[in-house]
Protein backbone atom coordinates (compact mmCIF):
# COMPACT_ATOMS: atom_id res chain seq x y z
CA UNK A 1 0.00 0.00 0.00
CA UNK A 2 1.17 3.47 -0.65
CA UNK A 3 2.61 5.09 1.97
CA UNK A 4 3.29 1.94 4.19
CA UNK A 5 6.79 0.89 4.32
CA UNK A 6 6.81 -2.68 3.50
CA UNK A 7 8.18 -4.98 6.53
CA UNK A 8 11.37 -6.77 6.40
CA UNK A 9 10.70 -10.75 5.92
CA UNK A 10 7.29 -10.30 4.83
CA UNK A 11 5.79 -13.17 3.68
CA UNK A 12 8.54 -15.45 4.78
CA UNK A 13 7.33 -18.48 6.51
CA UNK A 14 8.39 -19.18 10.53
CA UNK A 15 9.87 -22.32 11.65
CA UNK A 16 7.26 -24.77 12.29
CA UNK A 17 4.76 -22.68 10.21
CA UNK A 18 3.50 -25.36 8.21
CA UNK A 19 2.84 -28.12 11.23
CA UNK A 20 1.30 -26.22 13.23
CA UNK A 21 -1.16 -25.06 9.84
CA UNK A 22 -1.60 -29.19 9.53
CA UNK A 23 -2.15 -30.21 12.88
CA UNK A 24 -4.79 -26.76 13.43
CA UNK A 25 -6.45 -28.70 10.32
CA UNK A 26 -7.84 -31.35 12.63
CA UNK A 27 -11.43 -30.39 14.12
CA UNK A 28 -10.33 -31.42 17.60
CA UNK A 29 -8.88 -29.70 20.20
CA UNK A 30 -6.06 -31.54 21.19
CA UNK A 31 -3.55 -31.43 24.36
CA UNK A 32 -0.23 -29.25 23.76
CA UNK A 33 2.77 -31.56 22.58
CA UNK A 34 5.21 -28.86 22.36
CA UNK A 35 7.61 -27.30 24.24
CA UNK A 36 5.10 -25.26 26.22
CA UNK A 37 5.98 -23.11 29.37
CA UNK A 38 5.67 -25.82 32.70
CA UNK A 39 5.40 -25.12 36.16
CA UNK A 40 7.55 -24.64 38.93
CA UNK A 41 6.27 -26.15 42.10
CA UNK A 42 6.91 -25.18 44.92
CA UNK A 43 7.17 -26.60 48.66
CA UNK A 44 3.34 -25.64 49.26
CA UNK A 45 2.29 -26.32 45.05
CA UNK A 46 4.33 -29.73 45.08
CA UNK A 47 1.39 -32.00 46.38
CA UNK A 48 -0.84 -30.61 43.72
CA UNK A 49 1.64 -31.41 41.30
CA UNK A 50 2.10 -34.99 42.87
CA UNK A 51 -1.29 -35.57 42.32
CA UNK A 52 -1.73 -34.67 38.89
CA UNK A 53 1.52 -37.22 38.11
CA UNK A 54 -1.10 -39.68 40.09
CA UNK A 55 -3.86 -38.73 37.74
CA UNK A 56 -5.54 -36.76 41.04
CA UNK A 57 -6.94 -33.51 40.77
CA UNK A 58 -6.34 -32.12 44.13
CA UNK A 59 -8.13 -29.19 46.14
CA UNK A 60 -7.39 -27.99 49.71
CA UNK A 61 -10.01 -28.09 52.32
CA UNK A 62 -9.85 -25.62 55.43
CA UNK A 63 -10.04 -27.70 58.82
CA UNK A 64 -11.11 -24.92 60.83
CA UNK A 65 -13.96 -23.39 58.42
CA UNK A 66 -14.55 -26.38 55.67
CA UNK A 67 -13.80 -23.48 53.50
CA UNK A 68 -12.04 -24.88 49.86
CA UNK A 69 -9.10 -23.04 48.37
CA UNK A 70 -7.91 -23.73 45.49
CA UNK A 71 -4.65 -22.46 43.91
CA UNK A 72 -2.10 -24.03 46.72
CA UNK A 73 -1.67 -21.88 49.62
CA UNK A 74 -0.57 -22.35 53.13
CA UNK A 75 -3.88 -20.18 54.97
CA UNK A 76 -7.17 -20.79 53.96
CA UNK A 77 -8.75 -18.08 51.63
CA UNK A 78 -12.01 -17.85 54.03
CA UNK A 79 -11.17 -17.75 57.34
CA UNK A 80 -6.94 -17.52 57.59
CA UNK A 81 -6.85 -20.60 59.67
CA UNK A 82 -3.43 -22.40 59.10
CA UNK A 83 -5.21 -26.20 58.90
CA UNK A 84 -5.38 -26.78 55.40
CA UNK A 85 -5.59 -30.56 54.04
CA UNK A 86 -5.36 -31.83 50.51
CA UNK A 87 -8.69 -33.71 49.24
CA UNK A 88 -9.35 -35.44 45.57
CA UNK A 89 -11.76 -33.89 43.03
CA UNK A 90 -14.37 -35.80 41.40
CA UNK A 91 -12.58 -33.98 38.64
CA UNK A 92 -15.90 -33.03 36.53
CA UNK A 93 -17.84 -29.19 36.66
CA UNK A 94 -18.97 -27.07 33.98
CA UNK A 95 -17.74 -24.62 31.97
CA UNK A 96 -17.72 -20.89 33.13
CA UNK A 97 -15.98 -19.35 30.44
CA UNK A 98 -13.87 -19.96 27.66
CA UNK A 99 -11.97 -18.00 24.95
CA UNK A 100 -10.26 -19.94 21.53
CA UNK A 101 -6.42 -18.76 21.13
CA UNK A 102 -5.50 -18.32 17.30
CA UNK A 103 -2.38 -16.54 18.04
CA UNK A 104 -0.04 -18.83 20.16
CA UNK A 105 2.08 -16.93 22.74
CA UNK A 106 5.48 -19.20 21.86
CA UNK A 107 5.84 -20.92 18.57
CA UNK A 108 5.57 -23.77 20.99
CA UNK A 109 1.40 -24.07 21.30
CA UNK A 110 -0.49 -25.55 18.51
CA UNK A 111 -3.98 -23.18 17.91
CA UNK A 112 -6.57 -23.48 17.96
CA UNK A 113 -6.96 -24.10 21.82
CA UNK A 114 -9.52 -23.06 24.43
CA UNK A 115 -8.44 -22.08 27.72
CA UNK A 116 -11.26 -22.16 30.19
CA UNK A 117 -12.93 -21.82 33.67
CA UNK A 118 -14.21 -25.00 35.29
CA UNK A 119 -16.86 -24.79 37.52
CA UNK A 120 -15.84 -27.88 39.51
CA UNK A 121 -18.57 -29.78 41.06
CA UNK A 122 -16.64 -29.64 44.66
CA UNK A 123 -16.97 -25.56 44.85
CA UNK A 124 -13.92 -23.75 43.24
CA UNK A 125 -12.83 -22.50 39.80
CA UNK A 126 -10.17 -23.79 38.05
CA UNK A 127 -7.88 -22.62 34.59
CA UNK A 128 -7.67 -25.56 32.50
CA UNK A 129 -7.85 -26.22 28.49
CA UNK A 130 -10.72 -27.91 27.00
CA UNK A 131 -9.65 -30.83 24.69
CA UNK A 132 -11.66 -33.96 22.50
CA UNK A 133 -14.15 -31.96 20.58
CA UNK A 134 -14.55 -28.98 17.88
CA UNK A 135 -13.31 -25.72 18.77
CA UNK A 136 -17.26 -24.05 17.79
CA UNK A 137 -18.83 -26.72 20.24
CA UNK A 138 -17.64 -25.32 23.96
CA UNK A 139 -20.68 -23.77 25.53
CA UNK A 140 -21.33 -22.26 29.21
CA UNK A 141 -22.74 -24.85 31.27
CA UNK A 142 -21.02 -27.67 29.25
CA UNK A 143 -20.01 -30.54 31.81
CA UNK A 144 -16.46 -31.49 31.48
CA UNK A 145 -14.10 -33.81 33.34
CA UNK A 146 -10.31 -33.95 33.93
CA UNK A 147 -7.78 -35.86 31.85
CA UNK A 148 -4.73 -35.61 32.44
CA UNK A 149 -1.69 -35.37 29.37
CA UNK A 150 2.14 -34.59 29.67
CA UNK A 151 4.14 -31.99 28.18
CA UNK A 152 7.21 -32.01 26.72
CA UNK A 153 9.27 -32.13 30.47
CA UNK A 154 6.85 -34.83 31.32
CA UNK A 155 4.57 -32.78 33.64
CA UNK A 156 1.37 -33.87 33.93
CA UNK A 157 -1.47 -31.14 33.45
CA UNK A 158 -5.20 -31.51 33.43
CA UNK A 159 -6.76 -30.47 30.88
CA UNK A 160 -10.66 -31.09 30.31
CA UNK A 161 -12.75 -33.38 28.09
CA UNK A 162 -16.58 -33.25 27.40
CA UNK A 163 -18.24 -35.48 30.61
CA UNK A 164 -20.49 -37.36 28.34
CA UNK A 165 -17.67 -39.07 26.06
CA UNK A 166 -16.05 -40.52 29.61
CA UNK A 167 -12.37 -39.94 30.57
CA UNK A 168 -10.98 -42.70 27.88
CA UNK A 169 -12.79 -41.36 25.04
CA UNK A 170 -11.01 -38.55 24.40
CA UNK A 171 -7.89 -40.01 26.56
CA UNK A 172 -5.69 -38.59 23.59
CA UNK A 173 -7.31 -37.82 20.25
CA UNK A 174 -4.27 -37.87 18.16
CA UNK A 175 -4.29 -40.93 18.64
CA UNK A 176 -7.54 -42.04 17.32
CA UNK A 177 -8.72 -42.10 13.83
CA UNK A 178 -12.16 -41.44 14.88
CA UNK A 179 -13.35 -38.71 15.94
CA UNK A 180 -16.15 -37.32 18.28
CA UNK A 181 -17.52 -33.37 18.70
CA UNK A 182 -19.22 -32.46 21.88
CA UNK A 183 -22.45 -33.26 20.33
CA UNK A 184 -21.81 -36.20 20.14
CA UNK A 185 -21.54 -37.23 16.26
CA UNK A 186 -18.82 -39.72 15.20
CA UNK A 187 -16.86 -38.77 11.80
Not at 29 to 44: C, E, K, N, R, Y
Not at 144 to 161: E, K, S, W
Amino acid sequence: MPGIPARSGAGAERPGAKRRERESMSSLLQPQAGDIPHPFPSVVSQPYWDGCARGELLFQRCDECGGITHTPAMICSHCCARALSWERSAGTGSIYSWTTVWRPQTPAFVVPYQPIIVDVDEGFQLLSNLIGCDHDAVHVGMRVAVQFHAIADGTMLPYFGPEHLGLRACRHPTTSRSRTSCTGTRS
